[in-house]
Antibody, heavy 117, light 107 residues
Framework: EVQLVESGGGLVQPGGSRRLSCAASGYTFSSYEINWVRQAPGKGLEWVSY????????YYADSVKGRFTVSRDNAKNSVYLQMNSLRAEDTAVYYCTRVGVGTFHYWGQGTLVTVSS | DIQMTQSPSSLSASVGDRVTITCQASQDISNDLNWYQQKPGIAPKLLIY???NLETGVPSRFSGGGSGTDFTIIISSLQPEDIATYYCQQYDTVPYTFGQGTKLEIK
């Protein structure tokens, strides 16, 4: 069974940093792309970042470019989202998703990041 | 960026009704369009991929169609468990973009 488990969320002050992790199991991790998608409280879904299976291709939404960095460790079956210079508008539930042809087939349960003083 | 516009934003229907939600892309995306269902407090779930293909395990009362810029998802006979918010998503071009969502309620 494919499982994705996010961790690392919490309360962070504006301008601060946070590192999210996504631990995958139940499939050959190194064969699949991973995306991060977020959802602000009461709002819709926003795509955040993409990392290819070998980490050779990476994309970011304009709203996080230059502040967020995605990486993966295929030996640990994990993906990471380093978030710097956090703003109030980054407050959201962050989901990692396993992707096939641009389609988010599997989702984690999400981890809430709250940016507030 | 490709803009995705769903209509309606909210919808109230009765059990057994046929429900249609539409999604319009700001440019031609061929059939690179997915539909997701999200219930409160739970991660979204893929229902339909590549515009018209039903994900494994999704009830056959759900169907999708369209190509180019105009797409639909249809629930042929609404069930109480279908109450949720529905999102379309294009994957033709990065950044991937979602519609704003359609909140479906029982009348």
């Amino acid at each position: 069974e494919v499982q994705l488990v996010e961790s690392g969320g919490g309360l962070v002050q504006p301008g601060g940093s946070r590192r999210l992790s996504c631990a995958a199991s139940g499939y050959t991790f190194s064969s699949y792309e991973i995306n991060w998608v977020r959802q602000a409280p009461g709002k819709g879904l926003e795509w955040v970042s993409y990392i290819s299976s070998s980490a050779t291709t990476i994309y970011y939404a304009d709203s996080v470019k230059g502040r967020f960095t995605v990486s993966r460790d295929n030996a640990k079956n994990s993906v990471y989202l380093q978030m710097n210079s956090l703003r109030a508008e980054d407050t959201a539930v962050y989901y990692c998703t396993r992707v096939g042809v641009g389609t988010f087939h599997y989702w984690g349960q999400g981890t809430l990041v709250t940016v507030s003083s | 960026d490709i803009q995705m516009t769903q209509s309606p934003s909210s919808l109230s229907a009765s059990v057994g009704d046929r429900v249609t939600i539409t999604c319009q892309a700001s440019q031609d995306i061929s059939n690179d369009l997915n539909w997701y269902q999200q219930k409160p407090g739970i991660a979204p779930k893929l229902l339909i991929y590549a515009a018209s293909n039903l994900e494994t395990g999704v009830p056959s009362r759900f169907s999708g169609g369209g190509s180019g810029t105009d797409f639909t998802i249809i629930i042929s006979s609404l069930q109480p468990e279908d109450i949720a918010t529905y999102y379309c998503q294009q994957y033709d071009t990065v950044p991937y973009t979602f519609g704003q969502g359609t909140k479906l309620e029982i009348k």
